[in-house]
């Protein structure tokens, strides 16, 4: 899908970020969630289409720990926060997952 004011596609931060809107389907979300080069991106349509699920799997998996670090705030999973505490490469996601699991009354 092409947007005239920005590309989810792009590697651009900035482009990228423009061509995430709130008009876009779940499907369009979903679209840019899984296929999105740029992490900025994919963060806003995880954040937009709030899924417990797909949170998880991507506060656990995503390549950059700046969607990792986002969407380990709104994880509610202590199992997931737990994991991602003991287990991801990234310090800050760590830190996050302890704070998080903290809130939850779950540390």
């Known amino acids: 899908m092409y947007r005239p004011d920005g590309n989810w596609r792009s590697l651009d931060p900035e482009t990228a970020m423009r061509g995430v809107t709130q008009d876009m389907s779940r499907a369009e979300l979903l679209e840019v969630a899984y296929g999105a080069r740029c992490g900025a991106a994919r963060r806003i349509a995880l954040v937009w289409l709030d899924d417990a699920e797909l949170t998880c799997t991507f506060a656990k998996e995503d390549p950059d720990p700046m969607v990792r670090r ?38």
């Open 70 to 107: 986002r969407l380990t705030r709104s994880v509610r999973d202590t199992v997931t926060l737990e994991y991602i505490a003991e287990n991801d490469a990234d310090a800050s996601v760590r830190e996050t997952a302890e704070k998080r699991l903290a809130e939850l009354g779950g540390a």
